[in-house]
């Protein structure tokens, strides 16, 4: 997740991808926890709701009218166009709960640029809140209508350390196990919030770490512009700096090292 290039003026693509968060929120709330929410399974075995298809064709009808020279590479449709400047879009991040009525669940909508995320919207409209960073602009929250500035913690030391790590059967099928017991041993706690909500955590502070694996690019991009602007550092469990790797370690920064040292500590 290598650091933007500066002095690119973003004002205008994170309005829009604001616009287009709330576009997202018009077509997924509505159809959190209906009675009638219509649920089929794809190829890889996981789920898709009427709702992910309806968000992300509201997300790629705008962005086709007002961005017709950039790309798209969303979840549930795949990519189209360039890829020098291209939308990054999960419509529903966390589906798994939002079949379930369970609030934890949101559309991440980012631009990046060369392949390196430079916008990222993160919305959670049944939690009322909303995410957002411009390269260079700092990440931003909104609470009770104020805007607040997010800072990842300060904390130094593992064993002071609050991290999630997603799901036991996750790091079982990575062959990671034996890692996430040592992590569990080493903090001072362990949960796992899961999706999209638990990077936010991380951006506001309340997290120190968070990893994952089996995931793809939309799954992160719009994570690491929020949570590289408020301080922290994303890069892939084996430390390089991509959002293409399957699989990601999110810090503080001040972790970082010492996170992977001890998840690699064979």
Known sequence: MTQPPAATDLRADLALALRLADAADAQSLPRFDAADLEISTKADRSHVTDADLATERAVRSILESERPDDGIFGEEFGAQGTTDRQWIIDPIDGTANFLRGVPLWGTMIALAVDGVPQVGVVSMPALGRRWWAAAGDGAWTAVDGEERRLTVSAVSSLDDASVSFQSIAQWREAGHLDALLRLSDRVWRDRAYGDVYAYM??????????????????????????????????????????????????????????????????
């Open 201 to 266: 955590l991380l951006a506001e502070g309340r997290l120190d770490m968070v990893a994952e694996f089996d995931v793809k690019e939309y799954d992160l991009a719009a994570a690491v512009a929020i949570v590289r602007e408020a301080g922290g550092r994303m890069t892939s469990f084996e430390g390089s700096e991509t959002i293409s790797a399957r699989s990601t370690l999110a810090t503080n920064g001040v972790l970082h090292q010492d996170l992977l040292a001890l998840l690699h500590d064979d």
